[in-house]
């Protein structure tokens, strides 16, 4: 399932003083698919049953009171009676609504129990959506990004959503509801008066929350901000802990996280002292309605105006009934313009422009016999300065071909152009015939094997590392990948053998180990083409001997590219192309090489 983002128009993050709700209802109708579970009658029949129970909390509300009132003025008037079916009526609205706020009665409790099957739905549809696309982000982007900084908008932001919409449509709605009934029943019940002081009270509570709330907005952000860079520098660090230690700069790390944590504080500050400025506005208004209302009635009552004493009952509890929500109003105002500044930056991460998508009808790559060619490719990171400039060379089918040269020269870049983390400036890299921006990425990267020079494990077991290879490979698979790989003895001699935690990156094995894994990894796969980035080169003489054999067990009738600098590792390539500032300067075998006293090998 995928969901148009382009209509959203996220607000700069530089930019505090803006609304939160600007483009509030784009984001709301962004929100809606994740809320209406298409596929499932019964969540379906689940969300109307729960609006269903809503309706009938805004009638219970309503009669609460009206039945106090009925029982006040059975026991005032002469002669007095004692109704006890309007107590067991009362008593039964009472238990429906809850303790007057609604948070405890029947119809609540039914309701929220019956929604947390709705709200899970909702959560997994938009963390997986999110998730998804993050994955599908181009690597540029994943480069460039702060691992702490994406987990926080990520928490925020479906954690938020999940907020925004319960206080809509379970507290903002029906509060607003009962203001409505409350003013219709007071004009009516008793006169246009009431009616009055009720609606004067209610619009300048919401007028007074709305205003402060929106002024103080941009001190919420800016405390998000804060947050997000506290978080991220924690996070960096952490990852960082071997850097830190190899140059003592322990304490120069405390003091970096300290001046975060001061910068959230004061941020934090400014927003709490807001929010009491906030506060006691609406208690003033609250307060000023209370009493105008309540003199008024008294006065009738007192002076035979037409109110009984249970008239001024019904209208007190009515009203208090009411200012409690109403109460909570701005608490739920603010609480959803803290949901939609937590929700900006989600939308940015959702709007992020995937940069390598597939062309429009797309393919799968079919491998016939696995030539390459790279015809006239030009390729740079930034418009400034290119990488690559006008290369072409051919691997045929089954060959290996050696790339050499200075680091900076464009190595490793071809093997990313070749498996598409980058769409090449200019020319085209062809396999098989086939333009590989015309083929789906994930058929193209099916049929490649990577085993990169920076190998990165996930804090898994060894077992499930190597399997992720082909993660339906059985045991048997593995172990054999792990011989070839001359990983399998060392393997056994760890305590928990194959169900050893590697660590986070897989910092609990040594460099050489993590390498042999990523090779068996790559042999489990079974790929048409294989890329090799340095694939030896944090390995001791003995093992990189052992792991050479192996490889070409691996690469023999496939088509191979090897990136190194170590030219034991590269004699045996049917070609070795050497490359200085992005450009080929020299090409032939390693015999022919070396009598030409090349420039670059």
């Given at each position: 399932?995928?969901?148009?983002?382009?209509?959203?128009?996220?607000p700069?993050?530089?930019?505090?003083?803006?609304?939160?709700?600007?483009?509030?209802?784009?984001?709301?109708?962004?929100?809606?698919?994740?809320?209406?579970?298409?596929?499932?009658?019964?969540?379906?029949?689940?969300?109307?049953?729960?609006?269903?129970?809503?309706?009938?909390?805004?009638?219970?509300?309503?009669?609460?009171?009206?039945?106090?009132?009925?029982?006040?003025?059975?026991?005032t008037?002469?002669?007095?009676?004692?109704?006890?079916?309007?107590?067991?009526?009362?008593?039964?609205?009472?238990?429906?609504?809850?303790?007057?706020?609604?948070t405890?009665?029947?119809?609540?409790?039914?309701?929220?129990?019956?929604?947390?099957?709705?709200?899970?739905?909702?959560?997994?549809?938009?963390?997986?959506?999110?998730?998804?696309?993050?994955?599908?982000?181009?690597?540029?982007?994943?480069?460039?990004?702060?691992?702490?900084?994406?987990?926080?908008?990520?928490?925020?932001?479906?954690?938020?959503?999940?907020?925004?919409?319960?206080?809509?449509?379970?507290?903002?709605?029906?509060?607003?509801?009962?203001?409505?009934?409350?003013?219709?029943?007071?004009?009516?019940?008793?006169?246009?008066?009431?009616?009055?002081?009720?609606?004067?009270?209610?619009?300048?509570?919401?007028?007074?929350?709305?205003?402060?709330?929106?002024?103080?907005?941009?001190?919420?952000?800016?405390?998000?901000?804060?947050d997000?860079?506290?978080?991220?520098?924690?996070?960096?660090?952490?990852?960082?802990?071997?850097?830190?230690?190899?140059?003592?700069?322990?304490?120069?790390?405390?003091?970096?996280?300290?001046?975060?944590?001061?910068k959230?504080?004061?941020?934090?500050?400014r927003?709490?002292?807001?929010?009491?400025?906030?506060?006691?506005?609406?208690?003033?208004?609250?307060?000023?309605?209370?009493?105008?209302g309540?003199m008024?009635?008294?006065?009738?009552?007192?002076?035979?105006?037409?109110?009984?004493?249970?008239?001024y009952?019904?209208?007190?509890?009515?009203?208090?009934?009411?200012?409690?929500?109403?109460?909570?109003?701005?608490?739920?105002?603010?609480a959803?313009?803290?949901?939609?500044?937590?929700?900006?930056?989600?939308?940015?991460?959702?709007?992020?422009?995937?940069?390598?998508?597939?062309?429009?009808?797309?393919?799968?790559?079919?491998?016939?016999?696995?030539?390459?060619?790279?015809?006239?490719?030009?390729?740079g990171?930034?418009?400034?300065?290119?990488?690559?400039?006008?290369?072409?060379?051919?691997?045929?089918?089954g060959?290996?071909?050696?790339l050499?040269?200075?680091?900076?020269?464009g190595?490793?870049?071809?093997?990313?152009?070749?498996?598409?983390?980058?769409?090449?400036?200019?020319?085209?890299?062809?396999?098989?015939?086939?333009?590989?921006?015309?083929?789906?990425?994930?058929?193209?990267?099916?049929?490649?094997?990577?085993?990169?020079?920076?190998?990165?494990?996930?804090?898994?077991?060894?077992?499930?590392?190597?399997?992720?290879?082909?993660?339906?490979?059985?045991?048997?698979?593995?172990?054999?990948?792990?011989?070839?790989?001359?990983?399998?003895?060392?393997?056994?001699?760890?305590?928990d053998?194959?169900?050893?935690?590697?660590?986070?990156?897989?910092?609990?094995?040594?460099?050489?180990?993590?390498?042999?894994?990523?090779?068996?990894?790559?042999?489990?796969?079974?790929?048409?083409?294989?890329?090799l980035?340095?694939?030896?080169?944090?390995?001791?003489?003995?093992?990189?001997?052992?792991?050479?054999?192996?490889?070409?067990?691996?690469?023999?009738?496939?088509?191979?590219?090897?990136?190194?600098?170590?030219?034991?590792?590269?004699?045996?390539?049917d070609?070795?192309?050497?490359?200085?500032?992005?450009?080929?300067?020299?090409?032939?075998?390693?015999?022919?090489?070396?009598?030409?006293?090349g420039?670059?090998?």
């Amino acid at each position: 399932m995928y969901y148009d983002y382009e209509n959203l128009i996220a607000p700069s993050r530089d930019d505090v003083n803006q609304s939160t709700f600007r483009n509030a209802w784009s984001k709301i109708k962004t929100l809606a698919p994740f809320l209406w579970p298409k596929r499932d009658c019964f969540l379906q029949f689940r969300v109307i049953f729960c609006f269903l129970l809503l309706l009938g909390g805004r009638v219970i509300n309503l009669y609460v009171p009206i039945y106090n009132k009925k029982i006040v003025d059975s026991l005032t008037e002469t002669p007095m009676k004692f109704r006890w079916d309007w107590i067991l009526i009362y008593v039964l609205f009472k238990f429906l609504q809850g303790g007057g706020t609604g948070t405890m009665g029947l119809l609540n409790n039914l309701r929220s129990f019956l929604w947390i099957r709705i709200q899970q739905y909702t959560t997994r549809e938009i963390e997986l959506e999110l998730f998804r696309h993050l994955h599908n982000l181009s690597l540029r982007w994943h480069l460039s990004r702060k691992t702490g900084e994406v987990l926080r908008v990520m928490d925020r932001g479906t954690d938020s959503i999940n907020n925004l919409l319960n206080y809509i449509l379970f507290s903002i709605v029906p509060t607003i509801v009962d203001i409505i009934v409350a003013v219709v029943f007071f004009i009516t019940a008793f006169n246009g008066w009431f009616g009055l002081i009720v609606f004067l009270t209610m619009i300048l509570y919401i007028i007074a929350t709305i205003t402060v709330t929106e002024w103080r907005t941009k001190f919420q952000r800016l405390m998000n901000l804060a947050d997000n860079a506290q978080k991220a520098r924690s996070v960096d660090s952490l990852l960082n802990f071997e850097t830190v230690k190899y140059y003592g700069a322990e304490q120069y790390e405390v003091d970096c996280y300290r001046e975060a944590i001061l910068k959230y504080q004061v941020e934090e500050w400014r927003s709490l002292v807001t929010f009491n400025i906030l506060n006691t506005t609406q208690n003033i208004i609250v307060c000023a309605g209370l009493l105008a209302g309540s003199m008024l009635c008294a006065y009738m009552v007192a002076y035979e105006k037409g109110l009984s004493v249970g008239d001024y009952v019904l209208f007190a509890s009515y009203i208090i009934q009411l200012y409690v929500p109403l109460n909570w109003f701005g608490t739920y105002y603010r609480a959803i313009q803290k949901n939609f500044v937590d929700m900006e930056n989600m939308f940015d991460l959702m709007r992020e422009d995937q940069e390598v998508i597939d062309a429009p009808g797309a393919g799968p790559m079919l491998i016939y016999n696995g030539g390459i060619d790279f015809s006239n490719v030009s390729f740079g990171y930034s418009p400034e300065k290119l990488v690559l400039d006008n290369v072409s060379f051919r691997v045929p089918p089954g060959k290996t071909m050696a790339l050499v040269g200075p680091s900076g020269s464009g190595k490793s870049t071809i093997i990313r152009l070749l498996f598409r983390f980058y769409d090449v400036s200019s020319g085209a890299i062809v396999i098989d015939g086939q333009n590989i921006k015309t083929v789906k990425q994930a058929s193209l990267r099916k049929a490649i094997g990577v085993v990169p020079q920076d190998t990165v494990l996930f804090n898994n077991t060894i077992r499930y590392n190597i399997q992720y290879g082909r993660v339906d490979a059985s045991d048997i698979d593995v172990i054999t990948a792990a011989r070839s790989a001359d990983i399998h003895e060392r393997i056994l001699t760890f305590p928990d053998q194959y169900d050893t935690q590697v660590g986070e990156r897989g910092l609990r094995l040594s460099g050489g180990e993590k390498q042999r894994v990523a090779i068996a990894r790559t042999i489990l796969k079974s790929p048409s083409i294989v890329l090799l980035d340095e694939a030896t080169s944090a390995l001791d003489t003995k093992t990189e001997r052992n792991i050479q054999s192996a490889l070409r067990k691996v690469c023999a009738n496939r088509t191979t590219i090897i990136v190194a600098h170590r030219l034991s590792t590269i004699i045996h390539a049917d070609e070795i192309v050497v490359l200085k500032d992005g450009v080929i300067v020299e090409r032939g075998c390693h015999e022919d090489l070396l009598l030409k006293d090349g420039k670059g090998y």
